[in-house]
């Protein structure tokens, strides 16, 4: 150990030294108080020191206080070598922070057993202070290990881990839903085991024989009514020599994506006969009409301009709604109310249905409660909510008369706008899926039915854009209500 021997008397200072030598420790040289002092300011400097009470510059007693009013964190052990063998002077020194103190001139024997003591308790002092920091380090990391739990354990993605056995150790809440673990004890149980009702993308055998650190699979759920897909990554932690000792499973509920994928490319087709059924139709016309001799073209172009323009009509229509979704799906802010009169609205709605379809046989019937005659909204957003709702009527209509009934009202302090019609009436396992972007509920594509999946979707974002909820009620056979309740926001004066 490093021992500062602070003497200004030579002879003094050179027994100490050889003294401090012949014990084994390592002396630090000081001719003075002020060389002491800075010696014991310098970083690594002795942590038990040999301190005369009288030497040039400062004295050993002010080197004492110093050093205990001072911050220095480190254990600093101060033996006073004095000629004061006064007990008020002594009490002085100790009460200034020396620890012990040796009388000039000293036997070498009790200044060695008094220097074992001070090393003792340094060493003491030394190891006790590892010793917090040790368990500063382990309650530190302790509290790292819980708020990770806590952190994890509300995550949406599932995290799993296993030992070199690939045995589970722990999961949180996400992984335990998806995976089917609730109420179950499957600490230790293979995740082989685990896996076995699922469908995976590669087998355990060959995930376990990988020389990867990571593998990424896809776990499938699909029978049964509900499918379930979930992305899944394995990756495995090794030690220096290489061995397996852990590996961390995340899992992320993929369904939505993997549906909406799929609705998405239902979507496409759909698009493809949509787009291409006008376009066809129109081209054969004119193919027809430019292989006509002369005298004949005007009779057919008379027969031929009708089909063309609804053709026509039916691709704006279409190629308008694409364009209403996008703006809808892409707008940011909520729309700023504006006083509407209804029934202006609603006779614009009916001649453009009308016109729409001037073939169909439609019973359009409306009634407006006098507290909703007036109402806050967008004319164009109210008239394209009716326009969808009564639209969907008509196209999936099954029998005719096609009858549709618009209603308005106040009702519990909210405005009720409710479409009634006719027709075949909603599944109501498919009702929720309804309002999902791309989907119809006549799953075979055909191009003969004149939608695309986005007319419940858009009423939806433009009621949910003004606060308000859509209700749906239907009966198979009897026909379907949907009901946009707008918030008190919406209501005209009264």
Not at 226 to 232: C, G, N, P, Q, Y
Not at 236 to 249: K, T
Not at 429 to 437: M, P, Q
Request: hydrophobic share 40%; charged share 30%; with cysteine.
């Amino acid at each position: 150990m490093k021992i500062l021997i602070a003497e200004d008397e030579p002879t003094n200072r050179r027994l100490l030294e050889v003294s401090v030598r012949k014990w084994g420790h390592e002396p630090v040289i000081a001719e003075d108080g002020n060389e002491a002092w800075a010696l014991l300011m310098r970083p690594g400097a002795p942590s038990l020191v040999l301190l005369d009470w009288m030497m040039p510059g400062l004295d050993g007693v002010e080197i004492c206080r110093r050093l205990r009013s001072s911050d220095e964190p480190r254990m600093i052990y101060i033996i006073m070598v004095t000629t004061n063998v006064q007990p008020s002077e002594i009490v002085e020194g100790l009460e200034a922070g020396a620890d012990d103190y040796v009388t000039k001139p000293f036997d070498p024997q009790e200044l060695r057993a008094r220097v074992e003591v001070g090393v003792r308790v340094v060493e003491l002092h030394e190891l006790l202070a590892e010793r917090e920091r040790s368990l500063a380090v382990a309650q530190s990391r302790l509290a790292e290990q819980e708020r990770f739990e806590t952190a994890v354990g509300a995550m949406s993605d599932g995290i799993l881990t296993a030992n070199d056995r690939w045995e589970i150790t722990w999961a949180n809440h996400s992984a335990e839903l998806l995976l089917n673990l609730l109420g179950e004890d499957y600490i230790g149980r293979s995740l082989e085991r685990v896996l076995e009702p699922f469908e995976t993308s590669e087998s355990m055998e060959a995930v376990r024989a990988s020389a990867h650190e990571t593998t990424d699979l896809e776990i499938a759920r699909t029978a049964g009514a509900v499918s379930l897909w979930i992305d899944a990554r394995m990756t495995r932690l090794f030690n220096d020599r290489g061995e397996l000792i852990d590996v961390i499973v995340t899992l992320r509920d993929a369904t939505d994506r993997v549906n909406a994928r799929n609705r998405e490319m239902r979507f496409m087709n759909s698009i493809s006969h949509k787009l291409r059924t006008p376009l066809t139709v129109i081209g054969g016309t004119l193919d027809v009409v430019s292989d006509l001799p002369p005298d004949r073209t005007w009779e057919a172009v008379e027969r031929i301009l009708p089909i063309c323009r609804r053709q026509v009509r039916r691709l704006d229509e279409t190629i308008a709604r694409l364009l209403k979704f996008r703006e809808l799906s892409a707008a940011e802010e909520s729309p700023e109310p504006q006083p509407v009169e209804l029934a202006p609205v609603l006779e614009e709605v009916e001649r453009t249905l009308r016109e729409r379809y001037p073939d169909e046989d439609v019973e359009l019937g409306i009634a407006i409660a006098p507290d909703a005659e007036q109402v806050l909204l967008h004319a164009d957003d109210l008239s394209l909510v009716i326009e969808e709702l009564a639209d969907n009527a008509i196209k999936f209509a099954e029998q005719r008369p096609v009858q549709i009934r618009v209603q308005a009202e106040c009702a519990n302090g909210t405005l009720r706008l409710s479409v009634t019609d006719n027709g075949p009436g909603i599944p109501h396992e498919h009702i929720d899926r309804v309002f999902e972007g791309y989907a119809q509920i006549e799953e075979v594509v055909t191009g003969q039915v004149r939608g695309l999946g986005l007319g419940l979707r858009i009423v939806r974002e433009v009621v949910e854009a003004h606060g308000g909820t859509v209700e749906i009620a239907s009966e198979i056979g009897r026909g379907t209500t949907v009901t946009t309740i707008f918030p008190a926001e919406c209501l005209g004066p009264r």
